[in-house]
């Protein structure tokens, strides 16, 4: 059993199969209480490097373009490329082997070792043989692997799996290596620093690359045209494993081809930028096995030099096959998607991975190799959107898993999962949780024709009680209050939801759309847009309310996110053909338009004025910005921070998807035009995530992620900084929740700046 865990808590090793929602439960308690702590700090190090490093990039974004053209070239040919490739080595004079299944392939690599008369294996870092469980197959046949890299050196001695992608025992603190390497090597070395024990391992592990038979490595790519290898790391000892023994056997994915050497280049500028925020890792290795020089170490007569190239297909061809998951295979394991992941962050690869692949793209992997079953770990990826543009490859990670989550809601009722998610039948299946959360529209609406009696049952406890049972909502959890007047019943009272005449300032003409998260509870956040627009001459009017499909796509409820989406656009038609942008005040929703509603929307009416409102749909508080610029309006002369009641410093948190919608930096530069004071979140999510936060399931996982923000908030506070500003309506409940603090919304802040100038001026 690893150091630290007693016995009440399951170890890694015994969590590994997540197939059932009780034993992922299991992982994520165990996570947060062992290894959360070292997976935090090392995985956001990862993540604020990645920052650093891709900044310095000029070309970033055209390298992604081209590399994620590389992946589906060479995927569409894929066929192509593997006879050339299989070509390519026995002209090398190595030996080609295609392995349909994992087990197929492990039985290969182990025929070669015994013909060989291999005793001793030093093994590379290769997630590819954790896949195939190769180390078993060589165990078997009394062959002894030692893993090279440290960290798999280390899970090695401690019998447990990796729990990342590239840094395999990133959930060990150092101080829990010391533990085992004392207990395991029963040595009386201290042991106390990083260098002392890099030094010990390296000791015990430079013997066996002296002695070894075999060395087996993976491939980070392969070049169909040369068969030429890369190989990628930190430690160079993929390079000795590959170098040294005399029989050398790679083993890789079938998508690790690409056409030729040329097409290395945009790889290797984002891999080590988007992995550990280096320019480029200390060894890569670019070589065409086998080499012809003998082994340097050989004594006597050496032994000719051997080279297999084991290429795994495992479900991979099937999955490219897949319209909706085929995208995976474009992944160059970097890990940026699981180091900017908040939940991945909290509790690791432990909790939120499979027996081998981990993170929210390890999902669709887990499925693909191992079977559907094995990817419910993907429901704790709650869509953020924080990974879409950290991948180098530009793969829709939140997407893959909201088609995972409708499979598996198929499977749980017996059902084979329909090819097709948006046929109404693809969403059969859907528990009474996720109906409850899907249909929050209906909820809504209802509880807002009876505000009083619905508000008083959301804290009645008996009633918490039966919520939790039959819908899985947590009684701990506050429930927000249903408005009365909703947002759209209140703009008529006040005369805010018709077209104004046209006055000195903006010629913009707009919508406010009545999403169902501000128009049922958050209304004063709607007020406030409608009244800053109007008075910076915008003429606003305000939409129809509509479930637009956030709440019900969140549950992988696809079909029906679908019908919803055509019907919002469908509202959205008229205001759009005539002249009118469309603003949203909740950055989830701007999501689904932006980026969800091209899974949604693929033809028809709707399809075709999907680009449009693309283009012409806004962040609330970016519009503003917008709308400042264009007339050339000083900000601090209409919303004079001075003014505020509450003072001029704030701490502002953004939304996760208005991040990666590139809203959020326009909202800082306007309240600091303003006059505002601003120290800003560095968390890439809150941790509420919609109804993620309000599961029982997750609670505990929500407010774990959020500590991070609250721990930055409080700091601010003791600066003396007395308002908090959030931009979504997730943030604002996790914020109350835990800091019992009111946030303001940045249109309510600047709203309040509005009045108080206002009332100023009048004599």
């Not at 993976?218 to 430690?235: P, Y």
């Not at 326009?666 to 599961?695: H, I, N, W």
């Amino acid at each position: 059993m690893p150091a630290n865990i007693s016995p009440s808590i399951p170890s890694p090793r015994s969590v590994a199969d997540k197939s059932d929602k009780s034993a992922l439960l299991a992982a994520i308690r165990m996570a947060l209480q062992v290894e959360s702590s070292a997976v935090r700090h090392n995985t956001q190090s990862f993540n604020r490097g990645r920052y650093a490093a891709t900044s310095a990039i000029p070309d970033y974004e055209t390298l992604k373009d081209k590399a994620r053209a590389i992946k589906e070239d060479s995927l569409a040919r894929l066929p192509e490329l593997l006879a050339a490739l299989e070509a390519s080595v026995s002209r090398n004079g190595g030996h080609f082997h295609l392995a349909p299944t994992a087990a197929d392939a492990s039985r290969y690599v182990a025929e070669v070792c015994r013909e060989a008369g291999v005793r001793l294996v030093v093994k590379g870092k290769s997630m590819t043989s954790e896949e195939i469980g190769l180390n078993r197959a060589l165990d078997a046949l009394g062959i002894q692997v030692v893993e090279t890299d440290l960290a798999e050196f280390i899970l090695q001695v401690a019998d447990e799996q990796p729990s990342h992608i590239i840094a395999p025992a990133i959930h060990y603190s150092r101080e829990r290596i010391t533990a085992l390497f004392k207990r395991s090597f029963r040595t009386d070395l201290p042991l106390a620093t990083g260098e002392e024990l890099t030094a010990f391992a390296r000791g015990r592990l430079r013997e066996k690359f002296l002695q070894a038979d075999a060395g087996i490595t993976g491939a980070n790519f392969i070049a169909a045209d040369s068969g030429t290898l890369v190989l990628v790391e930190s430690e160079a000892n993929i390079r000795m494993a590959s170098l040294l023994p005399p029989l050398h056997i790679a083993i890789a994915g079938v998508e690790k081809i690409v056409p030729s050497r040329k097409d290395f280049g945009p790889f290797l500028e984002l891999l080590a930028a988007s992995a550990t925020g280096q320019p480029m890792t200390s060894y890569t290795s670019v070589i065409s096995p086998p080499l012809k020089a003998a082994p340097v170490l050989a004594e006597g007569d050496a032994p000719p030099r051997q080279f297999h190239l084991v290429l795994v297909d495992n479900g991979r061809l099937n999955l490219g096959q897949d319209e909706c998951l085929r995208e995976a295979l474009y992944c160059i394991r970097c890990g940026a998607c699981l180091n900017s992941c908040s939940n991945f962050q909290t509790v690791g690869g432990h909790a939120f991975g499979g027996e081998t692949y981990s993170g929210g793209i390890g999902g669709t992997w887990e499925s693909a190799t191992r079977g559907l079953q094995n990817a419910r770990f993907s429901e704790l990826c709650t869509g953020c959107s924080r990974c879409v543009p950290q991948c180098p490859v530009r793969i829709d990670i939140p997407w893959l898993n909201t088609v995972l989550r409708q499979r598996l809601g198929q499977l749980d009722v017996g059902k084979r999962p329909a090819p097709n998610p948006l046929a109404p039948s693809a969403d059969s299946g859907a528990s009474l949780s996720r109906l409850f959360f899907a249909r929050y529209d209906l909820l809504a609406k209802w509880g807002s024709r009876f505000p009083k009696f619905s508000n008083w049952i959301g804290q009645f406890a008996p009633a918490r009680v039966l919520l939790e049972r039959l819908f899985d909502v947590d009684r701990r959890r506050h429930l927000p209050l249903f408005a009365s007047p909703t947002l759209v019943e209140a703009s008529r009272q006040l005369r805010l939801d018709q077209p104004q005449a046209r006055k000195d300032g903006s010629s913009r003409k707009s919508v406010l759309f009545a999403d169902v998260f501000t128009n049922y509870g958050s209304i004063s956040r709607g007020l406030a847009a409608l009244r800053v627009l109007r008075a910076l001459g915008v003429d606003v009017v305000v939409s129809n309310v509509v479930a637009d499909g956030r709440a019900t796509l969140s549950q992988g409820l696809i079909a029906a996110a679908a019908r919803q989406a055509e019907r919002t656009v469908a509202l959205l038609r008229p205001y759009l053909k005539d002249g009118r942008d469309i603003i949203v005040v909740e950055p989830s929703v701007l999501a689904m338009f932006h980026h969800d509603y091209r899974h949604l929307l693929k033809s028809g009416p709707a399809g075709e004025l999907l680009q449009t409102l693309r283009e012409r749909s806004f962040e609330a508080t970016e519009y503003v910005g917008m709308v400042l610029q264009e007339n050339q309006i000083n900000a601090a002369e209409v919303f004079p921070a001075l003014r505020h009641p509450l003072g001029t410093k704030l701490f502002y948190h953004s939304h996760c998807q208005q991040k990666t919608m590139g809203c959020a930096a326009p909202t800082e530069l306007l309240l600091r035009a303003a006059g505002f004071d601003v120290v800003t979140s560095q968390v890439e999510c809150c941790g509420m995530a919609g109804s993620f936060g309000y599961k029982k399931d997750f609670y505990e996982l929500s407010l774990a992620v959020a500590e991070d923000l609250f721990a930055q908030v409080r700091k601010a506070e003791s600066g003396g900084r007395r308002i908090l500003v959030a931009s979504g309506t997730s943030c604002q409940e996790q914020l109350q929740a835990g800091l019992g603090r009111p946030v303001l919304h940045p249109l309510e802040l600047l709203g309040e700046t509005l009045r108080q100038a206002v009332v100023a001026s009048v004599p």
